[in-house]
């Protein structure tokens, strides 16, 4: 059996095959998904999984070298988007390599979120609870 993190092997297979550059979305169970996009669907019921549970799962096993968030969360979601900044700033520390915030009108976050390589869909409902995580190297 699996010793890291991941134990969903679509989730894991995903993070394994990221690149440099590559795209990952961590969102909320409302936001539209592609029908031909990876979608990894972790959503059990309202609130499960969370969508930080998720982020903290994932960054666990991936290096992250950018973020973008939907410029929204800074008004409608300010408390998730407090806590998604510490984690990201925690990261950083640990990783030895700062980690680009972007922010960009939720239009475009959606467009951006297309062309990611994957998303994982969780349980969460509160608004603009969405990240797309953008793959680094350790080196």
Do not use: W
């Amino acid at each position: 059996m699996k010793k890291t993190t991941i134990l969903n092997a679509q989730l894991s297979h995903l993070i394994a095959t990221m690149g440099h550059t590559d795209g990952l979305t961590i969102c909320d169970a409302g936001l539209p998904i592609p029908a031909d996009q990876t979608c990894i669907d972790l959503a059990l019921t309202k609130g499960l999984p969370d969508f930080l549970s998720t982020l903290q799962a994932v960054i666990s096993e991936l290096f992250v070298e950018k973020i973008v968030l939907a410029s929204e969360i800074k008004q409608i979601n300010p408390q998730t988007e407090q806590q998604v900044l510490a984690i990201v700033e925690k990261l950083a520390a640990e990783q030895g390599k700062p980690i680009a915030v972007e922010y960009v009108p939720h239009s475009e976050f959606k467009v951006q979120s297309n062309q990611a390589k994957g998303v994982v869909r969780t349980g969460e409902c509160s608004p603009y609870a969405n990240v797309i995580l953008y793959s680094g190297v350790p080196f």
